[in-house]
């Protein structure tokens, strides 16, 4: 067996449309958002579709990192809508084509004399590679005539020409300026921890850190969401519910891998150090077992 027959078993590739990474923030971001647009037509719930990160990682070979930064961009851009379901212990993806539209339209409203800025795209990328495709977007297998539908698959047929490039920066979302991120994660950070830091040096040090490692303020929020539910009731850990312990740059990348596992499986509560199980009441208490063994006294 030959190592190219070795990976055609790892599955179908992934397709996705090269020249929309130029405007959703890059080629991982661009592969997720043509993953979820392919769910998107078998779609079961109006709120979206439903993707752990485990399934989103065997479908598109995203990393949980790389899924993050992806998701983010495509959220600050508009075109990811999450909407997470705490009973269901779900977090829902839906693409917003509305937002989509708008993009593209600033796109070709800055192209001159109303050219297009998307090449003819008779090929579809599949990593650093760049494989023909037909008129319908299938791609020639080596010992098969065509590659059949598979849901790893984004495939479509762009017919237009360009003659001009378009700068990069052309479809990005103007920043929300009203409030400092960093004082709404310190503000989120006292109220569910119920401490009071202020806005000190240090405090905001830690903060402005993460922020400035491409974390979002929503990302730091979530953690100390995950650190107050485990924390908060345990006599032993609530003293590490300060900044320093939460957004040092030590333990923050982990902690925030855990608040997004945490996230996805619907934010539980934990009880004595343990998350509870789905479904579980907390104010069940079993009946004692009274039975007594033979030979020993009642």
């Known amino acids: 067996m030959n190592p190219s027959d070795i990976i055609r078993g790892f599955g179908r590739p992934v397709a996705y449309y090269p020249e929309l990474a130029k405007y959703l923030g890059g080629v991982s971001s661009t592969v997720l958002f043509c ?6 037509d078998k779609l079961t719930s109006d ?16 990393s949980y990192e790389e899924q993050r930064t992806a998701r983010r961009k495509l959220k600050k851009l508009g075109v990811l809508i999450e909407t997470e379901k705490r009973l269901e212990h779900r977090i829902y993806f839906k693409v917003d084509f509305h937002r989509l539209d708008e993009i593209l339209t600033q796109v070709f409203e800055k192209a001159p004399n109303g050219e297009s800025p998307f090449r003819e795209m008779g090929k579809v990328h599949f990593g650093k590679r760049e494989i023909p495709c037909s008129g319908n977007g299938e791609s ?8 059949h539908s598979d849901p790893t698959e984004i495939t479509t047929e762009i017919t237009t ?8 920066d052309s479809c990005q979302v103007e920043p929300d300026e009203s409030a400092d991120p960093a004082e709404v994660v310190l ?7 119920r401490s009071s830091y202020r806005d000190g040096k240090t405090t905001m ?5 993460r922020l400035t490692d491409m974390y979002s303020a929503d990302d730091l929020m979530l953690v100390a969401d995950y650190a107050t539910a485990k924390w908060l009731n345990d006599p032993k850990m609530c003293d590490f519910l300060r900044p320093k312990t939460l957004f040092g740059p030590e333990n923050f990348q982990e902690y925030h891998q855990k ?8 934010r539980p509560q934990c009880v004595n150090g343990r998350w509870l199980m789905p479904g579980r009441d907390i104010n069940h208490v079993s009946k004692p077992d009274n039975f007594v063994p033979a030979g020993f006294r009642g």
């Open 47 to 62: 709120l979206g579709v439903h993707k752990t990160s485990d399934e989103i990682e065997g479908e598109t070979g995203l």
């Open 259 to 266: 608040a997004m596992k945490w996230a996805e499986s619907g």
């Open 35 to 40: 993953q979820m647009t392919y769910w998107m």
């Open 205 to 209: 040090g830690y903060i402005r850190g």
């Open 187 to 193: 503000a989120h950070f006292n109220r569910v921890t």
């Open 161 to 168: 020409e360009i003659t001009t490039e378009i700068t990069k």
């Open 140 to 147: 020639p297998s080596r010992d098969e005539g065509k590659v």
